[in-house]
């Protein structure tokens, strides 16, 4: 196991989006160690992209401010003011561009998994950015959390013996030409991610 570095990171949204795929979230909790691989991210490149939260934005403050940072930070906000997102701070600092984690495959403390989630379905345990983050115990508490540390981070494990396929993102049709890019990477055939497309 390797904890990845900051040079990962330091590279676009797109690319480090793809190469996420299959890398290992882990998670140091009170209750105990939980892990998971990624199965699916979708990449959002900031100025460029009209999904990215730091589209058209002009300054470094609110809840994107951490994105101006160099990459390997944790960018991490809430959705219909009840699920919290997990995303990963790419390229370096200045370029605001970040890599949404949408569904992990739980492969370590499933049962404590199980216990956040009140569930027992194994593949809906973190088959979306919601459920992933109740699962991983991650809230607005790792906001800016440095992914290069040794609580909260990702490994590579090895695993490579798997493809990859590229799709348009979910839910941003109001994001005009940018809801066509195919910057939406899954793990094919994993029946762990949120939405077949």
């Known amino acids: ?5 900051r040079d990962f990171y330091m590279r676009d949204a797109v690319t480090v989006a793809k190469d996420l795929i299959g890398k290992v979230i882990v998670h140091k909790t009170s209750d105990g160690v939980v892990k998971g691989r990624i199965v699916e991210t979708e990449a959002y490149m900031g100025p ?6 730091s589209y058209n934005h002009k300054g470094r ?14 960018y991490i906000y809430l959705i219909y003011g009840m699920y919290y997102c997990l995303n990963v701070v790419a390229a370096p600092e200045k370029n605001p561009q970040c890599v949404l984690i949408r569904a992990l495959e739980p492969i370590e403390g499933i049962e404590i998994m199980k216990k956040r989630r009140k569930t027992d379905k194994l ?3 973190c088959s979306g950015p919601g459920k992933l983050c109740a699962a ?15 609580e909260f981070y990702i490994e590579d494990d090895g695993q490579n013996n798997f493809e990859i396929e590229a ?9 005009e030409e940018a809801a066509d890019f195919l910057w939406r990477f899954i793990m094919k055939g994993s ?7």
């Open 167 to 175: 799709t348009k993102r979910i839910n941003i049709d109001y994001a």
């Open 1 to 5: 196991m390797s904890v990845l570095k």
């Open 136 to 150: 991983m115990a991650v809230d607005k508490k790792l906001y800016g959390a440095d992914l290069c540390g040794n």
């Open 48 to 53: 460029y992209d009209k999904a990215a939260h």
């Open 61 to 74: 403050d609110g809840r994107t401010s951490v994105q101006y940072k160099n990459g390997g930070y944790a």
């Open 123 to 125: 593949k809906n345990l």
């Open 191 to 197: 029946s762990y991610i949120s939405v077949r497309k």
